[in-house]
């Protein structure tokens, strides 16, 4: 069963084709026209258009599992795929989850326990306190050892939520109980962390999969083109990185995989610091990743379809020598949106729809003409993910790709992606995590 919608879903599905194995999609009243539900073998509604009462609602998810008899639940990326407890559920029902274990989930999604874990699997972490902070006195106390700015974290926060910047001690102690007060009301927990804030910085990620007992890892992905702290371009290998450097940080993001017994895909990320040329661990995604395609392309394993091998608990046939980085990939993530009115989300009717075609060119997307874009989740239409020999050929492929393409109906950010990769200072290579918003003020 697939407990998920959109593009991820339908990749799911597709893996579970070339497997052999049947699949169940599940759906929203607003999603009961999707490709996923049209080409799954079996498909079924789970709520109304609300996530909250669909995609998010559990004991749905495991009741139309329990009903429809299926073996595991692959809850793609974001809704259930790293909450604990849903992994849990599935274990306590007999049903496989697609994915670690729900004590792994639950210990890598503690960014404080997380971070003694890096610690003590010598990947390095970012200067900072070494447990919760409660108190303005322990914040103060930090703040005097490591010095301005910090960096508060929310322990349970992710996708960007659940930070702020502390520029001087004037503010430490109403931005302390701000945050707490914030990360209560959103993640239900108040526990947060201090560390020194980088101002300069690239965000870097190592594909890993591991089967519980042997780990391996698929290069990194640099993802630092963002806005508003969200992935807008990823890309892989990094142009930031030498070869010792690359190699240095991978054999970190196995260390700690290993350092867990970790068994399913995940992806280990860290912040690479332009001005001291350093990386530092931030936190451990225990699912698959939006941008998993760029390694895919860099690297010919279907991360997907080994997912699932590994949780029908065979064993990873692919050792490290035989991954070999080849060539250059950048995906692209298409949103309905409008760039032009603040990025403001463009639901509608698809009523032409035209994918961009040709060699090293892949469309992971669940468009199709006539489909409408519901206005209750997230814009993302689909991935356009363009493979070249080195980085200049994929940036030039990826432009044509986005320039084929074509889609009616909707307002989408692919004119604006084009401009983007075609920046004098993303086709240099060197830029950092607030270039984009750089880019968006010259523009004004």
């Known amino acids: 069963m697939i407990a998920n919608r959109g593009e991820i879903s339908l990749r799911i599905v597709r893996a579970c084709k070339e497997l052999g194995v049947k699949s169940v999609a ?71 989850f697609i994915g670690p274990s729900a004590e792994i989930i639950g210990k890598m999604g503690d960014k404080i326990e997380a971070r003694k874990i890096a610690d003590s699997a010598s990947v390095p972490t970012i200067p900072g306190s070494d447990g919760v902070v409660k108190e303005f006195n322990k914040a103060l106390e930090i703040a005097e050892n490591v010095g301005f700015p910090l960096l508060i974290k929310a322990s349970a926060g992710g996708g960007g939520r659940g930070m702020r910047v502390v520029k001087s001690g004037d503010t430490l102690e109403q931005d302390l109980n701000e945050i707490m007060s914030e990360a209560e009301v959103a993640f239900g927990d108040s526990s947060v962390y201090i560390e020194k804030y980088l101002t300069d910085i690239r965000h870097i990620e190592v594909q890993v999969l591991a089967d519980g ?69 931030i936190e451990m995604n225990t699912r698959v990743q939006v941008e998993h395609p760029v390694s895919e392309m860099i690297t010919g394993i279907d991360i997907i379809k080994e997912q699932i091998k590994i949780a029908d608990d065979q064993s990873l046939e692919i050792e490290q020598k035989d991954i070999v980085l080849n060539g250059h990939a950048i995906e692209c993530r298409l949103n309905a949106e409008d ?52 980085r200049n050929e994929a940036i030039i492929r990826m432009t044509r790709a986005l320039s084929e393409m074509e889609v009616q109906g909707v307002k989408t950010t692919a004119k604006f992606h084009s401009k983007l990769i075609n920046s004098e200072q993303f086709k240099s290579g060197d830029f950092n995590t607030v270039f984009v918003a750089s880019l968006l003020e010259k523009k004004r």
Not at 355 to 360: A, E, L, M
Request: charged content about 25%.
């Open 339 to 390: 760039p032009e009115n603040g990025f403001m989300p463009c639901p509608g009717t698809i009523t032409y729809y035209r994918p961009p075609g040709g060699f090293g060119i892949r469309m992971d997307s669940h468009l199709e003409s006539g489909y409408k874009i519901p206005p209750y989740y997230d814009s993302m239409i689909g991935k356009l993910i363009c493979w070249g020999y080195d």
């Open 213 to 281: 007992k042997k780990c391996i890892h698929l290069g990194e992905r640099d993802c630092t083109a963002q806005r508003r702290n969200q992935k807008l371009v990823e890309e892989g290998p990094s142009p930031a990185l030498s070869d010792e450097q690359r190699n240095e940080l991978c054999q970190s993001a196995v260390r700690l995989a290993e350092k867990v017994s970790y068994k399913s895909a995940g992806t280990v990320e860290y912040v690479f610091d332009n001005i001291e040329r350093k990386f530092y661990f």
């Open 26 to 96: 599940v759906y929203s009243e607003a999603d009961k026209d999707t490709l996923a539900v049209k080409l799954a073998d079996e498909s079924v509604c789970i709520g109304p258009a609300s996530a909250q009462a669909s995609y998010q609602n559990q004991d749905a998810i495991i009741s139309a599992a329990l009903a429809f008899g299926v073996d595991a639940i692959h809850p793609g990326y974001g809704f259930l795929s790293e909450k604990a407890d849903f992994a849990r559920k599935c274990e306590e029902n007999g049903i496989i």
